[in-house]
């Protein structure tokens, strides 16, 4: 039973450009959601977070989007540098538990071409 | 701050055999969790240890155990190892309040042979 869904495994785009990368989730009870970026042999680095209550986030370049009647989020990189290409990770919680539990999504690897 | 940090980085094991894995949270962090990372099955939570006490256990066998002692560091112990144990064991930290972040560590790469 996959809660948290990454639909697209790759995503290829050109430097400069937008990179849009989409989760989807099953569980209402999730509240807190988060994306993670992640380099081969280390372990996943923190990008952004939002919470249930806003329905967008923005550090940087970084952007999230929160559609909770569509159970969706989206993080949007702008512009997109060689730098980014790594694997991308959406995860959930039901933080109302103050739970130190994440659900993965099974990642999207990003390619950005110079 | 230092990060967090797994030792070993790398481990070979036999089927059979059983292992211990280590986690040092970020300075003041006082909550860890375990996570599993195989091509197939992606990450998966193992648990959650928070001021010494198990707080939350994910889906798998009894083999997998862990625990926490009064400093925050955290151990997990793989008993009776299977060529499915083979993974990369992510260990995270986080401060314990409602609205932190967990921040990984680098992985313990396990290899069952």
């Known amino acids: 039973d996959q809660q948290v869904k990454q639909n697209s495994p790759s995503l290829s785009v050109q430097e400069g450009r937008i990179s849009i990368l989409n989760c989807d989730y099953t569980?209402?009870?999730?509240?807190?959601f988060l994306w993670y970026k992640k380099y081969p042999a280390e372990g996943p680095t923190f990008l952004i977070s939002?919470?249930?209550?806003?329905d967008k986030n923005e550090d940087g370049r970084f952007t999230v989007f929160l559609n909770k009647s569509a159970k969706h989020l989206s993080l949007h990189i702008v512009p997109s540098q060689p730098g980014d290409s790594a694997v991308y990770f959406c995860?959930?919680?039901?933080?109302?538990?103050?739970?130190?539990?994440?659900?993965f999504g099974q990642g999207t690897t990003l390619q950005v071409k110079p | 701050k230092a990060g967090v940090t797994q030792t070993p980085r790398y481990l070979i094991k036999t089927r059979g055999q059983q292992v211990t894995l280590s986690c040092s949270p970020i300075?003041?962090?006082?909550?860890v969790s375990w996570y599993q990372q195989t091509p197939g099955q992606g990450l998966q939570f193992l648990f959650e240890?928070?001021?010494?006490?198990?707080?939350n256990k994910g889906n798998f066998p009894g083999r997998f155990s862990g625990r926490q002692f009064s400093n925050s560091r955290s151990e997990m112990n793989v008993s009776t190892l299977e060529l499915g144990d083979s993974a990369l064991y992510l260990c995270?930290?986080?401060?314990?309040?409602?609205?932190?972040?967990?921040?990984f560590g680098p992985g313990t790469r396990l290899t069952v042979l």
């Open positions: 569980n209402s009870m999730f509240d807190y």
């Open positions: 240890y928070f001021s010494e006490t198990q707080r």
């Open positions: 300075s003041g962090h006082r909550s």
């Open positions: 995860a959930a919680s039901g933080r109302s538990g103050n739970t130190g539990k994440l659900i």
């Open positions: 939002i919470s249930s209550i806003k």
């Open positions: 995270a930290s986080r401060s314990g309040s409602s609205t932190d972040t967990q921040y």
